[in-house]
Nanobody, 119 residues
Framework: VQLQASGGGLVQPGGSLRLSCAAS????????MGWYRQAPRKQRELVAT???????RFADAVKGRFAISRDNRNNTVYLQMNSLKPEDTAVYYC??????????????WGQGTLVTVSS
């Protein structure tokens, strides 16, 4: 499976961004797709995941601000990020897998897209 992410950039605090990630090379439906982030000198962490049955999970830090959605027909996942804060600054990675959504359960990673929240 290959994942292609897009949509990062520079945004002011309180602003919004939408990330997209398209998966290719999978002949079957992918169970879990999600977004993860890694800030400098920190470990990669789960941001939000969504299963093929549209069950979602969010990190406490983003609940109420971020939304995740997916198009199963095209194996594409989206992350709508609202009310962005400087602490959301990180490289965001798209991930997919069939064993679960934890970082250690992800089978394939996208290339990462930088999100910078700064005035």
């Amino acid at each position: 499976v290959q994942l292609q992410a897009s949509g990062g950039g520079l945004v002011q605090p309180g602003g919004s961004l939408r990330l997209s990630c398209a998966a290719s090379g999978s002949g079957a439906s992918i169970n879990t797709m999600g977004w993860y982030r890694q800030a400098p000198r920190k470990q990669r962490e789960l941001v939000a995941t969504i299963t093929s049955g549209f069950r979602t999970r969010f990190a406490d830090a983003v609940k109420g601000r971020f939304a995740i959605s997916r198009d199963n027909r095209n194996n594409t996942v989206y992350l709508q990020m609202n009310s962005l804060k400087p602490e959301d600054t990180a490289v965001y990675y798209c991930g997919s897998g069939n064993r679960g959504g934890a970082v250690g359960q992800i089978d394939a990673w996208g290339q990462g897209t930088l999100v910078t929240v700064s005035s």
